[in-house]
């Protein structure tokens, strides 16, 4: 570690800034909202009063070129007892301002130590979209109720335990929700019935796979729980980005080959909420889309059990935007519909003739085994024989392999491109937009 980040209080403590201009200005900001003195001084006042100025100071930020005014400058500074940051002339500095995120009582720095200032305030950014806006709420709460948290619990170890159920409980959410009185109740009563507080399961969407979709709502998620319960469609990468100890419980299903059934799968959400843990029940794609999030936000809610579903971007959403082939269009399709190739036996039969309007895109999750069924029921109501179809495997990963052609060869198209993973059925005008990712992928894939 070649530097130190130290946080100074700046409750009462006064802040100088020398010079004029945008570099001026901007050191200023950062002091605007702080509970600070914060003093603008002009550099070329008489040496007399900047020295009688400085006293107390505690920071001196100094926005001048000339580099001998500046050694001048941060004489004065140094002498009244103040630590010296010089803009742009790391080598005359006492400390480096680091990239900075602000969340009033929260703040995190990044530094490179005046090497980089742009490579600083692009992880800034990386880092920011990751903590929710009313964080500093969560810190208040923590603060001013630290006090009788620690004279209820004396006990070190049981006073940082059940920080760690509050801060990633109902209280936090409530906080960050802007509900501050709430949350504030809510941490009273968790104080009050120390032994455990109910659970959470979050129903979370994890996309196609690529952990550059994942919302960012999902990865905190998956940074705050205790369980985690995937599918087998959920990748390595994204597992990768949970708590290293939280508990990773595969469920996973596959064609005819169910690991765990799903009443067992529920049976086991609402157990482990019940013993107050957070739960992410991790799916593929969106929770709501073929993924039975509904029934099992069915049973939680009939157990009792606190459920959120956080959604993820569904495979029809990345497969066409891989495919640069839009899924509605003005000119060519008015409508999309998204429907199962595997229906459940005994449920409503599919309304094959509503589907076979020429402006109409179809995405058909799990159609690859009943493509020549899916191709017949089309035809015979009536679909036009050319109507452009694609065949996507592994829709949005590097993975993603890709057959293009007609309605009336869509069972030969799947058995040409022989999917091993989870494929997906295009069909509609809009694939003939396919761009030239698409076509490069089939003419690799199936060069003659």
């Given at each position: 570690?070649?530097?130190?980040?130290?946080?100074?209080?700046?409750?009462?403590?006064?802040?100088?800034?020398?010079?004029?201009?945008?570099?001026?200005?901007?050191?200023?900001?950062?002091?605007?909202?702080?509970?600070?003195?914060?003093?603008?001084?002009?550099?070329?006042?008489?040496?007399?009063?900047?020295?009688?100025?400085?006293?107390?100071?505690?920071?001196?930020?100094?926005?001048?070129?000339?580099?001998?005014?500046?050694?001048?400058?941060?004489?004065?500074?140094?002498?009244?007892?103040?630590?010296?940051?010089?803009?742009?002339?790391?080598?005359?500095?006492d400390f480096q301002t680091p990239a900075l995120i602000d969340r009033g009582e929260v703040v995190v720095g990044i530094a490179t130590g005046g090497v980089s200032p742009?490579?600083?305030?692009?992880?800034?950014?990386?880092?920011?979209?990751?903590?929710?806006?009313?964080?500093?709420?969560?810190?208040?709460?923590?603060?001013?109720?630290?006090?009788?948290?620690?004279?209820?619990?004396?006990?070190?170890?049981?006073?940082?335990?059940?920080?760690?159920?509050?801060?990633?409980?109902?209280?936090?959410?409530?906080?960050?929700?802007?509900?501050?009185?709430?949350?504030?109740?809510?941490?009273?009563?968790?104080?009050?019935?120390?032994?455990?507080?109910?659970?959470?399961?979050?129903?979370?969407?994890?996309?196609?796979?690529?952990?550059?979709?994942?919302?960012?709502?999902?990865?905190?998620?998956?940074?705050?729980?205790?369980?985690?319960?995937?599918?087998?469609?959920?990748?390595?990468?994204?597992?990768?980005?949970?708590?290293?100890?939280?508990?990773?419980?595969?469920?996973?299903?596959?064609?005819?080959?169910?690991?765990?059934?799903?009443?067992?799968?529920?049976?086991?959400?609402?157990?482990?909420?019940?013993?107050?843990?957070?739960?992410?029940?991790?799916?593929?794609?969106?929770?709501?889309?073929?993924?039975?999030?509904?029934?099992?936000?069915?049973?939680?809610?009939?157990?009792?059990?606190?459920?959120?579903?956080?959604?993820?971007?569904?495979?029809?959403?990345?497969?066409?935007?891989?495919?640069g082939a839009p899924l509605t269009h003005r000119d060519h399709a008015h409508a999309v519909t998204l429907l199962t190739g595997r229906p459940?036996?005994?449920?409503?039969?599919?309304?094959?003739?509503?589907?076979?309007?020429?402006?109409?895109?179809?995405?058909?999750?799990?159609?690859?085994?009943?493509?020549?069924?899916?191709?017949?029921?089309?035809?015979?109501?009536?679909?036009?024989?050319?109507?452009?179809?694609?065949?996507?495997?592994?829709?949005?990963?590097?993975?993603?392999?890709?057959?293009?052609?007609?309605?009336?060869?869509?069972?030969?198209?799947?058995?040409?491109?022989?999917?091993?993973?989870?494929?997906?059925?295009?069909?509609?005008?809009?694939?003939?937009?396919?761009?030239?990712?698409?076509?490069?992928?089939?003419?690799?894939?199936?060069?003659?």
């Amino acid at each position: 570690m070649r530097q130190f980040l130290a946080a100074f209080q700046l409750d009462g403590a006064r802040v100088a800034v020398l010079g004029e201009g945008p570099a001026a200005e901007a050191k200023a900001r950062l002091f605007v909202d702080a509970p600070c003195d914060l003093l603008r001084l002009d550099p070329t006042s008489p040496a007399e009063i900047l020295a009688k100025t400085l006293v107390g100071v505690r920071l001196a930020f100094i926005a001048v070129d000339d580099r001998a005014e500046v050694e001048r400058l941060a004489g004065f500074a140094r002498a009244a007892g103040a630590l010296v940051n010089v803009v742009d002339q790391p080598d005359l500095c006492d400390f480096q301002t680091p990239a900075l995120i602000d969340r009033g009582e929260v703040v995190v720095g990044i530094a490179t130590g005046g090497v980089s200032p742009v490579l600083a305030r692009d992880l800034r950014a990386r880092i920011e979209a990751l903590l929710p806006a009313g964080l500093d709420r969560v810190a208040r709460l923590a603060r001013d109720l630290r006090g009788a948290v620690k004279l209820a619990l004396p006990d070190y170890g049981a006073r940082r335990r059940f920080w760690e159920r509050v801060l990633r409980g109902a209280p936090t959410r409530l906080a960050l929700a802007g509900q501050e009185a709430e949350a504030r109740r809510e941490l009273l009563r968790a104080l009050n019935r120390p032994e455990h507080e109910s659970g959470l399961v979050q129903l979370v969407g994890a996309g196609p796979g690529d952990p550059d979709l994942l919302t960012l709502k999902a990865l905190r998620a998956l940074q705050d729980a205790d369980v985690i319960v995937h599918d087998r469609l959920v990748s390595a990468e994204i597992l990768n980005l949970a708590r290293r100890d939280a508990r990773r419980l595969y469920v996973g299903k596959a064609a005819s080959d169910h690991s765990v059934p799903q009443d067992e799968i529920e049976a086991l959400l609402i157990a482990e909420a019940r013993a107050g843990r957070r739960v992410v029940r991790l799916k593929g794609g969106d929770p709501f889309v073929f993924g039975r999030g509904g029934e099992e936000l069915e049973a939680l809610r009939a157990a009792g059990v606190e459920a959120e579903v956080i959604p993820g971007v569904t495979a029809a959403l990345a497969c066409a935007a891989s495919l640069g082939a839009p899924l509605t269009h003005r000119d060519h399709a008015h409508a999309v519909t998204l429907l199962t190739g595997r229906p459940k036996t005994g449920g409503a039969p599919i309304d094959w003739a509503a589907l076979s309007a020429k402006d109409h895109t179809l995405a058909i999750y799990m159609g690859a085994a009943s493509a020549g069924e899916i191709e017949a029921n089309l035809l015979a109501a009536g679909r036009d024989p050319a109507t452009p179809v694609a065949v996507i495997e592994n829709g949005g990963l590097a993975s993603e392999r890709v057959v293009i052609g007609r309605l009336d060869a869509l069972s030969d198209l799947v058995a040409r491109l022989a999917p091993e993973g989870p494929a997906l059925l295009l069909i509609g005008p809009t694939v003939a937009l396919a761009g030239l990712r698409g076509e490069a992928l089939v003419r690799r894939e199936f060069a003659a």
